[in-house]
């Protein structure tokens, strides 16, 4: 008799053991749920946290129609074929001097805002 009461012990010990888990299995949250932030949101969390403003942002924007303006007067001036080739190295020669200093303009500006930055 010993053996049918352990026995009836473990049949009820899993019996309610397997009840629970069932139970519980349908209470969890699923994760494949969207999320209430939209992508925009995202993207300003982002420039918020690189510290992007929304005039950086359209100093951009200008900056490239100025770039697009420059790419259609090349073309334009290319197609022309009028250009010598002294000209057009001239004109290389200033671009990249313009380039150049350019460049060491904004290796002094990284300098300067490494020595104003206060580490965390």
Known sequence: MDINLRALMYYIVT???????????????????????????DYTEIERLLGITPEDKQQTSQESEDDDLLQLLQTSESSEGDVSTADTEQTDNQDVSQLEKEVEDLKAAIKREKQNYCGP
């Open 15 to 41: 019996v309610i053991f397997i009840s629970l888990v069932i139970g519980c299995a349908g209470s969890k949250q699923t994760t494949d749920e969207p999320r209430d932030v939209s992508q925009e949101d």
